[in-house]
């Protein structure tokens, strides 16, 4: 039935555009594909595996997100509370000089002001780059660049959810992986998807973009184009305990780990949100904010973005998808009209997140289902 994907997965294996990938798609619930091809560690000669642990990068943060809304639910926080209210030292000021309001809502939103582009080597750590930093120091350092814009006023993809995972962890008195175990992982049964790594031997080596063939990432390095912006990664922060967990890109994870918190948003957050905030979650919560060039026909709500116009999107997913990445290699939807939920996780950067290959697959995925005519 998926001839036409897994020749898509096969053909970009084989020619060392993705090193080694799980990718899994669920219908009603039920994975109806899976495919594991290529390696964990090339040069090793180890494959990969159905659970082979990748690093999620900015997959981290609907997991941190849904926890933000399930502590919400419970009445520990609330979505307009300040950002001051638990975090007294992060008071970023706009250019012209005042320190404005930041609400938590700003920040699940990506509307708060912040940014990812800082620059090459910022003083701070983005939650990719590596640092012994803890919240309060990394963050101080954050809060001394000025904001893009005054909170509310646009929308800019960033290091909000860092914030907002400094927040949750303040506010239980635990660590961030605590509290991402106590509200979602643990109440949806996910295993070896956390800010820890369960089995080293068992976590794919990263790899970049190269021609002819994708090579083995370095220790430091930045990768990433005028067009899709500039990213310094540091593979072996998964290993170091001084850093800071990020709520925007520091959990690792395997495929199935992944597609269980998909198929709890496809159900509307059941298992881990109340069915008004579920529904909340995967609606539009940006109203018409304009979020830049490639994002035409999407919104955004608290987890991912949101196709509202699949036309504009130049997109074969329904209307009301949702849909997001991480920058390590991995890619995933859950088209909610269709019961389709696809997690795509992969050990080579960029190609792997906002690559051709992402389109590629997606298109293939819809055409072998309208040849099957489910």
């Not at 814009?149 to 993809?157: I, L, N, V």
């Not at 960033?158 to 506010?171: F, R």
């Not at 998808?321 to 390590?328: A, E, I, M, N, R």
């Not at 795509?344 to 997140?353: D, I, V």
Request: charged content about 20%.
């Amino acid at each position: 039935m998926f001839t036409r994907l897994q020749r898509v997965i096969d053909d970009a294996v084989s020619n060392g555009r993705i090193v080694g990938i799980v990718y899994l798609v669920a219908r009603d619930g039920k994975v109806v594909f899976a495919s594991e091809k290529g390696f964990a560690d090339r040069e090793a000669g180890k494959p990969v595996r159905r659970d082979t642990i990748f690093r999620l990068a900015s997959v981290t943060k609907p997991f941190v997100a849904i926890s933000a809304l399930a502590m919400m639910d419970k009445g520990l926080i609330r979505l307009d509370d300040p950002v001051t209210r638990y975090l007294p030292y992060f008071t970023p000021k706009l250019a012209d000089g005042p320190a404005p309001a930041i609400t938590l809502r700003h920040l699940i939103t990506h509307t708060s002001g912040l940014s990812y582009d800082y620059g090459p080597d910022p003083d701070f750590s983005d939650g990719l780059s590596d640092g012994d930093f803890g919240f309060e120091e990394n963050f101080t350092r954050l809060a001394k660049r000025p904001l893009k814009f005054a909170p509310g006023s646009k929308w800019e993809y960033s290091v909000a959810i860092d914030v907002l995972g400094a927040v949750l962890a303040k506010v239980a008195g635990a660590s961030l992986d605590d509290v991402v175990k106590h509200h979602v992982t643990g109440p949806l049964g996910i295993k070896d998807t956390s800010f820890h790594i369960a089995d080293r031997a068992r976590l794919a080596t990263a790899y970049a973009d190269a021609t002819p063939v994708a090579q083995r990432m370095p220790d430091r390095v930045t990768l990433g184009s005028d067009e899709n912006g500039y990213f310094n990664f540091a593979p072996t922060r998964a290993f170091n305990p001084k850093a800071f967990q990020s709520g925007g890109a520091g959990m690792v994870g395997t495929a199935d780990g992944v597609l269980a918190l998909l198929e709890a948003l496809r159900k509307g957050g059941a298992g881990v949100l109340n069915p008004e905030t579920g529904r909340a979650a995967i609606t539009n919560q940006v109203g018409t904010l304009d979020r830049g060039v490639g994002s035409e026909g999407q919104r955004f709500g608290f987890v991912s973005a949101v196709i509202d116009d699949a036309k504009l999107a130049n997109t074969p997913q329904s209307k009301g998808s949702l849909l997001w990445g991480g920058v390590y290699g991995n890619d995933w939807f859950v088209d909610i009209a269709r019961g389709i939920s696809v997690i795509s996780m992969s050990n080579t950067a960029l190609e792997g997140c906002n690559g051709q290959f992402t389109k590629d697959t997606r298109d293939a995925l819809y055409a072998d289902l309208a040849g099957a005519k489910v």
